[in-house]
């Protein structure tokens, strides 16, 4: 490599061309193969340098707990979920569609690792993601109303392709945290998609989703998320103690003794399900 040239790919940035310029030129010398092929092989490498540096960018100030996939998630331990099914979810259709999920359980079943593998998913495609825990972010919106920073920080999580909200349970919080996260949700709902994990039962989270604002505009945090409660469709039900719930249209029945979500598309209004998605085991 000649002087100019590497003070050329240094002027340019081009710090992983540089590095393998000599490795490629001996093999493209030995295969004989055309200048162009060259070239091609170094902008090759060079973009997926950028293409790796991108995504450990994207992954850092996503604050990942952990770099949970869905490739390394032990199956083994929690035979109740549905491969087949989180796969699904992985091609990120919900986050094109901009549609909400929900993971529920009790503590221990996956719920976060799950929702952080699919947040993983997202990351590796492209997409602005951040995870964080529902006390912190309550806590971020209250201290927000301080230094009257609460718009800044509402435009933040409104742009992200996808938000993870984890641990979202029992809280005590005061109606300004309700109202500021009532906005968010708000200004999110069709536009970007949040995924949120909680120990709430299905009941629960339907109770909530059905409360409305009262005086002052005063609204529970769920019921923000799960706006318009008689238009949600299940995406996946009962098994080892995780649901999955997303948007759409549908009821909530009682199958037994267990609640679980159906798809009003599928089955009649007002009747139990009995097959489809209700019968799948997460």
Known sequence: MTEELEQLLKNLKLKRMLSVYDEQLRAAEKTQISYSEFIAGLLRTQWHDRQESALEWRIQRANLPERWSLETFPWSRQPGVNRKQLRTFAELDFVAKHENLVLTGPTGVGKTGLACGLLLKALQNGHRCQFVRAQDLFDEMYASLADRSTRQLLNRLARLDVLLI????????????????????????????????????????????????????????????????????????????LRLVGNGAARVCAAGSRNVLFDAGHHGRGSTCGSCLCNSAI
């Open 166 to 241: 984890d641990e979202f349970g029992y809280l005590n919080l005061k109606p300004e945290q309700s109202n500021t996260f009532f906005k968010l949700m708000e200004e999110r709902y069709h536009r970007h998609s949040t995924i949120i994990t909680t120990n709430l039962g299905l009941r629960r989270v339907a109770e909530l989703s059905r409360q409305q604002i009262h005086g002052g505009g005063v609204a529970e945090p769920c019921s923000a998320l799960l706006s318009h409660g008689d238009h949600q469709r299940s995406v996946a039900a009962r098994a080892a103690g």
